[in-house]
């Protein structure tokens, strides 16, 4: 008999994709899919996935077993977040106004809003008071059946308030059930203070921010965001080489506004994924899938922007580029940390499936993060994480779209919510 000291049972469907890496192309939708289920923890790790009568026969669970009554539900994976901007201050409601009113993101942004107006804010925070901001946050993302996300600096733009951006993921992270993977986004704009001169800007980045996150391993990534308000190909290029001789891994922001070549960059760079991606040209995309590079959708911040250009979700299938979803959250461009409000639009914008956009945003986001022999579906041996959504069948995710349907997480073979 299989001790378990967690079980999951009265599961209408169980979905999940399988595996240790990313799905691409027509086997992004490949599901295993099991009716009347049940799924057993033990000390963390899921010890047995399949039928509710085998499970019944061969697992026992121990005296201090938590019992978990899906109650007719669907249990999928744990939503795998794999772009948050987390460590922020205040909220920027006023531009969300202007752009009703006309204004575009562009506008705002020549005038010294968005980004820029968060970083103001969030210089004036201190580590302990951010910390406790994004731990308030991860728990919104676990009732909202996130257990494990992706978060950035980027809203400090000088080397003490990056480090400190960092330092409050990891004090909050600390023992928090959401798994964190951590991202250094310096190179997220260029700050008021060096407008006139930045590429002692980009200098600061290459001397002060990388040597101090990579020596006191405080990120695992490095991002850069390639635009006409931010950093073109050659400094992107410039920054993120210099992060991978320190070892860290890379994450690009690329033709999200406009073709400015992220792609190409994030190909050429084998980075992990590239995302945004609405104005990717087909050789950008080619290149992608060649070299491996996972293309991270954001189409709730496609929505919120009101862009013209829907995600090119089908684009990047066809092109067989791994196709991630994710949140954007953050305060200008995407104030939303529902992974299924992700997927809702994942499909109904970005043209996914509903067993597509279940695949991108669990197995593939984890590869995505280096994370997918741990994390992203239900399977034996790897980390206890399952949501158990109140519907019959796993189409009912996006079709009854609005509402997040979530009656239970479990984290790392506890229940959490």
């Known amino acids: 008999m299989i001790p378990a000291d967690l079980v999951v049972s009265g599961i209408s469907e169980l979905a999940t994709p399988e595996g240790n890496t990313a799905l691409a192309g027509p086997h992004t939708g490949r599901l295993r899919i099991i009716r009347n289920a049940a799924v057993a923890c033990h000390e963390g790790k899921i010890v ?7 499970c019944i026969e061969t697992v ?64 004036k925070m201190d580590r302990k008071s951010l910390a406790a901001t994004v731990r308030g946050r991860l728990n919104d993302l676990l009732a909202q059946g996130t257990t ?3 978060a950035k600096s980027g809203y400090g733009l000088d080397p003490d308030a990056e480090i400190m951006q960092l330092e409050a993921l990891g004090d909050a992270a600390s023992g928090h059930p959401v798994q964190l993977a951590t991202t250094f986004l310096g190179a997220h704009t260029v700050p008021k203070e060096y407008r006139g001169r930045r590429q002692r800007y980009i200098q600061l980045i290459l001397d002060e921010m990388l040597p101090q996150v990579a020596k006191r391993r405080l990120a695992t990534f490095a991002d850069a965001f390639v635009d006409a308000h931010a950093f073109s190909v050659e ?33 050429e760079l084998e980075a992990a994924s590239a995302d945004h991606l609405e104005f990717a040209s087909d050789e950008g995309l ?24 829907k995600p ?27 992974m299924s409000a992700a997927t809702w639009f994942a499909c109904l914008t970005a043209g996914l499936s509903v067993d597509e956009a279940i695949t991108a945003t669990t197995l ?6 280096g994370m997918a022999d741990q ?21 009912h995710l996006v079709y009854r779209f609005g509402i997040p349907r979530i009656t239970a997480v479990v984290a790392d073979g506890k229940r959490v919510v």
């Open 148 to 150: 494990t996300a992706e």
């Open 312 to 338: 090119p979700g089908r684009r990047l299938l066809d092109a067989g580029v791994p196709v991630v979803v994710a949140t954007d959250f953050n305060p200008g461009t995407c104030p939303c940390e529902s």
């Open 235 to 267: 400094e992107a290029r410039l920054i993120l080489e210099a992060a991978k001789g320190y070892g860290l891994k890379v994450r690009l922001h690329a033709d999200q506004l406009a073709d400015d070549g992220g792609a190409l960059l994030a190909a």
């Open 364 to 369: 593939n986001a984890a590869h995505s993060l």
């Open 60 to 123: 026992q669970p121990t005296p201090d077993c938590t019992p978990v009554d899906a109650a007719g539900g669907t249990v999928l994976p744990g939503f795998v977040d794999a772009h948050t901007h987390l460590p922020f201050a205040g909220w920027r409601e006023t531009e969300f106004d202007e752009r009703l009113k006309g204004a575009t993101y562009s506008d705002i942004a020549a005038r010294g809003g968005g980004i820029l107006s968060t970083v103001e804010a969030v210089r």
């Open 48 to 54: 047995f996935v399949g039928e509710e009568a085998e």
């Open 286 to 309: 080619e290149a992608m899938a060649r070299a491996g590079t996972c293309g991270v959708l954001l189409p709730a911040a496609t929505f919120f922007l009101m862009m013209d250009r």
């Open 375 to 395: 994390v992203g579906s239900i399977e034996v041996g790897k980390r206890g994480d399952m949501v158990v959504h109140d519907f019959p069948n796993r189409y």
